[in-house]
């Protein structure tokens, strides 16, 4: 019996298979071979063709570059810092914007720092109405002291502002007070604003220049329209109707990414402007168009978080007349914008357009086997059909094995032999 199943099994290595084409009368498998190449046929031509583009060569390698600049004044008048004009020389930072800048709308102002010794101060009653400063902070744990030895010399206070000098200063009748520290003193006010300084700002416009390159095709294209007439960038504001305009209200940024400006201006926030191009290179360069969309960055759901806003400190420095340097400290909360640009382009070419044609085909082969599948195994007369499409046909010199022959009634010998 191995010999045999050996002999067998050598002789198939000899065999010969050819296709047979056999038409089913099935209407349920017809109209399934039918829907299958529709829905094949559809795909190809409407998702990968007409939506997905298949036809076309991509670049995604897009090169930017972002210019920024804001314009607009305030006038303050507070008692830190009595009247004021702030021009975008005071409120932006940096003073050359490129992808990311910043507009102050609110500051807490230390004014004439010195070094020298001094309490590290903070409240000790909790945050609310405005109540007296007393030695001893809560804010500041770290400062707490009972005696000298809770301030060993020299060891920096943690989320503090300065050195310790080991002395710890107490009010009177006071067992709790706050370490002394040399510092730029006197330190820095632990209270938050109330107010926004600068809610102006609302009305305050920035100019972004955005020219692109795509260099697999080598085109280029600017976000600002193309005019010899010099006031159209001084009078006109992005909108539909002037999407070559990019001078945008901070304002309306601020609007159209969902929040609002005089609460986000209050302790300040991070805005997302997103700059799509997105080119059909098939088509005139005047279709290639710039879209905008804005988004808040920072968790705006977070407004009594400890770490809700966006702020940062700068000090300006100055020297008195005996050579002593001291300094004005600001805190300052903003708005920092982050200007993305992303894109793609496309443009006929004849190799992924053949490419996407070869899949499609090879999709149709695939649902002509998925019929198969259905007609020879998963129907009721499935062995019949089995019958019919699968044939063993020998020569008159081998014995035949089957009484099926290649139709159905003809045996080889009555064919002549092949």
């Known amino acids: 019996m191995g010999q045999v199943a050996w002999k067998g099994l050598f002789l198939s290595l000899f065999d010969y298979k050819t296709e047979k084409y056999v038409i089913a009368k099935n ?23 007409v939506v997905k583009k298949g036809y076309q060569d991509t670049d995604t390698s897009l090169q930017s570059s972002v210019i920024t600049k804001v314009k607009g004044v305030a006038f303050t008048n507070t008692s830190e810092l009595g009247e004021r004009l702030w021009d975008v020389a005071d409120y932006v930072i940096p003073p050359q914007g490129e992808n990311v800048f910043f507009v102050m709308t609110n500051l807490i102002v230390t004014p004439n720092q010195r070094q020298a010794m001094c309490p590290e101060v903070g409240r000790i009653e909790p945050p609310g109405p405005p109540t007296p400063t007393k030695l001893g902070s809560v804010s500041i744990p770290d400062a707490l002291c009972y005696k000298d030895g809770d301030c060993p010399a020299g060891q920096a ?65 600017m976000n600002v329209l193309a005019t010899d007439n010099e006031s159209y960038l001084k009078s006109c504001r992005y909108s539909t109707e002037h999407p070559y305009c990019p001078i945008f209200l901070l304002g309306n940024i601020v609007r159209w990414a969902g929040s609002d400006f005089h609460e986000m201006a209050l302790e300040g926030g991070v805005i997302g402007i997103q700059i799509e191009w997105n080119c059909d290179l098939d088509k005139a360069p005047s279709e290639c168009n710039p879209h905008y969309s804005f988004s808040r960055l920072d968790n705006k759901f977070a407004e009594k978080s400890v770490s809700s806003g966006y702020n940062f400190r700068f000090a300006k420095y100055y020297r008195d007349a005996d050579g002593v340097d001291y300094r004005t400290l600001f805190k300052a909360y903003g708005i920092r914008f982050d200007v993305m640009v992303n894109g793609k382009a496309g443009k006929f070419n004849i190799i992924p357009t053949v490419i996407n044609i070869g899949s499609g085909l090879a999709l149709m082969g695939a649902g002509a086997f998925f019929c198969d599948l259905v007609l020879l195994y998963l129907i009721k007369k499935s062995n019949f059909y089995r019958g019919k499409k699968y044939e063993e046909v020998k020569s008159s010199s081998r014995k035949s094995l089957s009484s099926p022959t290649l139709n159905g009634n003809q045996s080889p010998d009555q064919l002549g032999g092949l």
């Open 27 to 49: 209407k349920k498998v017809g109209i399934l071979y039918r829907v299958v190449q529709l829905s094949i046929l559809a795909y190809l031509v409407g998702w990968v063709f």
């Open 157 to 221: 206070v943690v989320a503090g502002n300065g050195v310790k000098t080991g002395r710890c200063l107490k009010e009177r009748d006071s067992i709790r007070g706050t370490c002394e520290i040399l510092a730029w003193c006197p330190v820095e006010k632990r209270s938050k604003p109330k107010k926004p300084l600068l809610a102006s700002a609302e009305n305050f416009t920035v100019y972004i220049k955005n020219s692109i390159r795509f260099p697999k095709f080598k085109f280029s294209k």
